[in-house]
């Protein structure tokens, strides 16, 4: 057999194991994997390297408007470049609807917007209008495209569905096959605080982290999974910050729920104390849900170890510091008028590998299963996420021991700070590749402007969760025949 590419010499980490072998390459597929592999017409010796699965980012804001019109900093050619430098073969930002919009405009808007990318790319969609032709017509269309996840809010004035608009939306999601997200908090605890602060003068970067309190997540979260319960719809909670929130998840799973969930490095890495940086520097470190503190980080790395979190994700959401961004209300802006979000598709991978595998917290197979075969498999990308044969040729080879320290300048992104400043980090992927071509090298771009393409998605099974029947809606499909 002859092969476009070979990787030999590595160490081959999937989801499930690690063994010395080679890798044959052809037509952007792997088409070989045996202990050695002559040949290839270019050869790429991994010198006992990590040979893994290139990251998927499953959870990225990329030129994307919030409902209040702020755009962030990344479009697909700069998040995409971003993504490869940390490791990353492929990416799932978000396409948003905003009020008014129909889905297949929103889909053009991003078909266009999304050609720069270097990297592959699919969409979730985030439906904030559900009428009645975007959840009978529009929707089925974009399902039917291979766009098989959408996300929904139950917070902000602009994005919030209501639990009506969420039931419905579930429905139409199960009967096709698709994948409801959710970011969950409680919209009218969130007011009610942000009126309490308000009140007393306390608009502060810091004051945001108490804005939003780990009890607005826990009933949120709580309030999705039983609404997907009566729907009988899967459901994936993203960002999840809170211990409360995270066993919930880990209850609804036991009980037979279709229930996915991820947590950020933020969550992980930072705590409310970055919030209370001198002057405006906190706003910096606004996102939503906010950071948390240290108890609920020590919680959230043993869901992160019981496999309660399917993926971390980046959630980046870049917005500069200055008047484009997170200060476009200018200097002293109150918390609730800075822009929720902050960037992370770079460091997302590094930053796990050294908290996770160097310090001993993950096995190397729970990193790949967590940062790329687990997002392929909850969200249909039937040829990414493993090394096998018939799978794109998506793969990182990883320097395990290399230790960098974080900077904005390799982060590659269009922003004008990273939160992770100054981290050491142990292990860099040294060589990425997308469909067999080499995208990053040793620190150099080698990847093209329009070389991803766009990945179509297959709809969810139900095998091997039996869900949480409910019994009144038992009853009622009887009744009916069903
Ligand atoms: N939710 C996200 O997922 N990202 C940025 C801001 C937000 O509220
Ligand atoms: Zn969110
Ligand atoms: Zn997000």
Sequence with gaps: MEFDTVIHGGTIVTASERYAGDIGITDGRICAVAERLAGGTRRIDAGGRLVMPGGIEAHAHIAQESASGI??????????????????????????????????????????????????????????????????????????????????????????????????????????????????????????????????????????ALSRPELAEEEAINRAITLAQLSGAPLFVVH?????????????????????????????????DDLDRPGMEGAKFICSPPLRDAATQDALWRHVQTGTFDSVSSDHAPYRFDGTGKLMHGQGAPYPKIANGMPGIAARLPWLFSEGVVKGRLRLEDFVALTSTNAARIFGA??????????????????????????????????????????????????????????VAHGTLHGKEGQGRFFARAPMGRTGRPGMPVKEVELMRAGAGQ
């Design 71 to 208: 755009m962030t900093a990344d479009g697909y050619l700069s998040g995409s470049i971003s993504a490869a430098f940390g490791g990353n073969s492929s990416f799932i930002p978000f396409a948003a609807q905003h009020r008014g919009q129909s889905i297949d405009d929103v889909i053009a808007t991003y078909d266009a917007r999304a050609r720069p990318s270097v990297i592959d790319y699919s969409w979730h969609l985030i439906v904030s209008d559900p009428t009645e032709e975007v959840l009978h017509d529009q929707l089925p269309r974009a399902f039917a495209r291979g766009i098989t996840s959408l996300k929904v809010f139950t917070t902000y004035d602009l994005l919030n569905i209501g639990d009506a608009g969420m039931l419905d939306i579930l429905s139409v999601a199960r009967d096709h096959g698709a994948l409801t997200m959710v970011h969950a908090e409680n919209h009218a605890m969130v007011a009610w605080m942000n009126g309490e602060l308000g009140a007393r003068g306390l608009t502060a970067p810091k004051y945001h």
């Design 240 to 272: 999840v910050s809170t211990a409360g929130g995270a066993a919930r998840v880990q209850r609804a799973r036991g009980e037979g729920g279709q229930v996915f969930a991820e947590t950020c490095p933020q969550y992980l890495a930072l705590t409310r």
């Design 382 to 439: 039937a040829k990414k996420g493993r090394i096998t044969p018939g799978m794109d040729a998506d793969i990182a080879i990883w320097n395990p021991e290399a230790v960098r320290k974080v900077t904005l300048a390799d982060q590659h992104d269009n922003m004008d700070f990273t939160p992770f400043e100054g981290m050491e980090l142990t292990g860099v992927p040294e060589i990425v590749m997308t469909r067999g071509e080499v995208i």
